[in-house]
Nanobody, 115 residues
Framework: QVQLVESGGGLVQPGGSLRLSCVAFGSIFSINGMGWYRQAPGKQRELVAAITSGGSTNYADSGKGRFTISRDNAKNTVYLQMNSLKPEDTAVYYC?????????WGKGTLVTVSS
């Protein structure tokens, strides 16, 4: 089993920045890819960014050029640096982790972009 704990959400003005963190606990040796998803009110959960154990990254078009995903394997932590935030980035952001057999989710952290 893997447990994921997110932090770093909050209220930020348009154009501002936030850094989300996700710490993994448990059977971390089984984790391959990790990523961030988000779900806005009334919308489906969508991929924001993903990173493999080797460091390869993938971004949704909505975040390209503004968001950066990174991973510190020594700290069992994945980060999402979000810059130039827009009101449409408002959502609950979820950390995810994939092993060969399972997919894990954190409980989410709320990001609100508003003036």
């Amino acid at each position: 089993q893997v447990q994921l704990v997110e932090s770093g959400g909050g209220l930020v003005q348009p154009g501002g920045s936030l850094r989300l963190s996700c710490v993994a606990f448990g059977s971390i040796f089984s984790i391959n890819g990790m990523g961030w998803y988000r779900q806005a009110p009334g919308k489906q959960r969508e991929l924001v960014a993903a990173i493999t154990s080797g460091g390869s990254t993938n971004y949704a078009d909505s975040g390209k050029g503004r968001f950066t995903i990174s991973r510190d394997n020594a700290k069992n932590t994945v980060y999402l640096q979000m810059n130039s935030l827009k009101p449409e980035d408002t959502a609950v952001y979820y950390c995810s982790a994939a092993s060969a057999l399972s997919y894990y989710w954190g409980k989410g952290t709320l990001v609100t972009v508003s003036s």
